[in-house]
């Protein structure tokens, strides 16, 4: 257990349509990114925020976005949906500016678009 | 990004020592080794990092080569709860908060 939440669990969608996914971040956290892992694929980076700015972002259109709350936990809001879209969407948090550190992976929401 | 390469997948007898290769043969100067897994339906997991001096945990070994072109992550004594995807990742700028997944390893332990 990291205590980094997700939410929902699983989600199903059409095509077209929009969707937000919460992340909990663990206590004392300033920094969350996300990730997109397809199936048989390793984690492709989304996006970071830090202090509730974005702080860099992977090679995603923008139709992918989010926001971090001044609590630092964080949502990531698709818009019209596409069949590839469909993954398990991880957030991890950690905590930036002391040095090294691991980051915290939640247990993923999957996220299916029909 | 420094770009690792590792194998595919790897077989280990159950308490018997893991060791997981990876090259990254572009490595720069300031780059971190990181090491993350993921056992099947859960998020990554880190396990241990390193410069250039080998390094050690709970979890695990971490064996950096001179020329820092390769590690070895070594799990000690593997147990069936160790089968996972094992990630080798150099982040960018020696950065801890972009990761760039590539494939991994499937290491699979059997009894």
């Known amino acids: 257990e990291t205590g980094v939440t997700q939410s929902p669990t699983h989600l199903i969608k059409t095509r077209g349509q929009q969707v937000t996914l919460r992340c909990s971040s663990q206590?004392?956290?300033?920094?969350v990114s996300w990730y997109q892992q397809a199936l048989g694929q390793g984690p492709q980076f989304i996006f970071q925020?830090?202090?509730?700015?974005?702080?860099g972002r992977g090679n995603f259109p923008p139709r992918f976005s989010g926001l971090q709350f001044p609590n630092y936990s964080s949502e990531l809001n698709v818009n019209a949906l596409e069949l590839d879209d469909s993954a398990l969407y991880l957030c991890?948090?950690?905590?930036?500016?002391?040095?090294?550190?691991?980051?915290?992976f939640g247990p993923g929401t999957r996220l299916t678009v029909l | 990004d420094a770009k690792t390469t590792q194998p595919t997948s790897m077989d280990c007898a159950e308490g018997r020592a893991a060791n997981l290769p990876c090259n990254h043969s572009?490595?720069?100067?300031?780059?971190?080794v990181y090491w993350y897994r993921q056992i099947h339906s859960q998020g990554p997991q880190y396990i241990i990092h390193?410069?250039?001096n080998n390094e050690t945990n709970e979890m695990a070994s971490l064996i950096i080569t001179e020329d820092r072109k390769s590690s070895t992550l070594i799990l000690p004594h593997a147990t069936l709860r160790d089968t996972a995807v094992y990630y080798c990742?150099?982040?960018?700028?020696?950065?801890?908060?972009?990761?760039?997944f590539g494939t991994g390893t499937l290491l699979a332990v059997q009894p």
């Open positions: 990742i150099t982040p960018y700028g020696g950065a801890t908060n972009k990761l760039i």
């Open positions: 390193g410069l250039k």
């Open positions: 206590s004392g956290h300033n920094t």
């Open positions: 572009t490595i720069s100067g300031n780059e971190y």
């Open positions: 925020y830090y202090r509730e700015e974005e702080n």
């Open positions: 991890a948090s950690s905590l930036k500016g002391k040095g090294h550190n691991e980051q915290f």
